[in-house]
């Protein structure tokens, strides 16, 4: 349904994949691999009980001595491998582009401020720092290049940064379109704005470094 439809988009974009059709090939790979990995499978067993296929005598002793019970449970099992294999690799790759963009955030933010109180206007600045970034944080770098390619053709900023925020998933993301719009709207300066969000994230990441180290002696204990 369309809630379902909107949270695989959402999913995908987290991932990278942001193309026209990637829903559809998203779906398409799982119905096909779902199809093709048990006939693919099935064949080679009807091949080798056969004699069609020639493999190791061990192998074929195996295959020959399949029930027609085990033969189902083969099939019900490649069929969920199939089907749900590209939704578990689905997730883990949105899971690593997250950290990744998570990571090299607090890094581009420092840029961006360096780059305005130097003189730069933030579009100016963003397409700057995305550019620098390419080698060291390619996921940062490409939201970054997309928003303003977005901008220039004609989407406005906010409804540009606001789909980055949506792509990334990443609340200090969400957090920075949102300094910046608001910065923009009330005509406060943007220098000054960025240098007290980036202030708040140090501290946020301290608060959270320091929560993981209080429960490393519990999670110790445990294990000892």
Avoid: C
Wanted: glycine content about 8%; charged content about 20%; cysteine-free.
């Amino acid at each position: 349904d369309k809630k379902e439809r909107m949270q695989v988009q959402r999913q995908l974009a987290m991932a990278g994949m942001t193309g026209e059709h990637a829903l559809r090939n998203y779906y398409l790979s799982r119905i096909l691999l779902g199809i093709v990995l048990p006939l693919g499978v099935m064949a080679v067993i009807w091949g080798a009980r056969a004699g069609v296929l020639d493999l190791p005598t061990g192998l074929e002793q195996k295959i020959a001595g399949l029930s027609q019970l085990a033969l189902i449970q083969i099939m019900a099992v490649l069929v969920a491998v199939g089907f749900f294999g590209p939704a578990y690799w689905l997730s883990a790759r949105a899971g690593k582009r997250h950290r990744a963009i998570e990571e090299a955030f607090p890094n581009a933010l420092d840029l961006i401020q360096i780059s305005v109180e130097a003189g730069m206007g933030f579009d100016a600045a963003m397409i700057r720092v995305g550019n620098e970034l390419a080698a060291t944080a390619p996921e940062l770098s490409e939201e970054f290049l997309t928003a303003q390619r977005e901008i220039q053709a004609g989407r406005t900023r906010d409804r540009a940064l606001a789909q980055m925020a949506t792509r990334t998933g990443v609340d200090e993301v969400a957090s920075f379109a949102n300094v910046v719009l608001q910065s923009m709207q009330f005509g406060t300066s943007m220098s000054d704005a960025l240098t007290v969000y980036a202030r708040e994230m140090r501290l946020a990441r301290e608060l959270r470094a320091q929560e993981i180290a209080n429960r490393l002696p519990v999670k110790m204990s445990a294990a000892l």
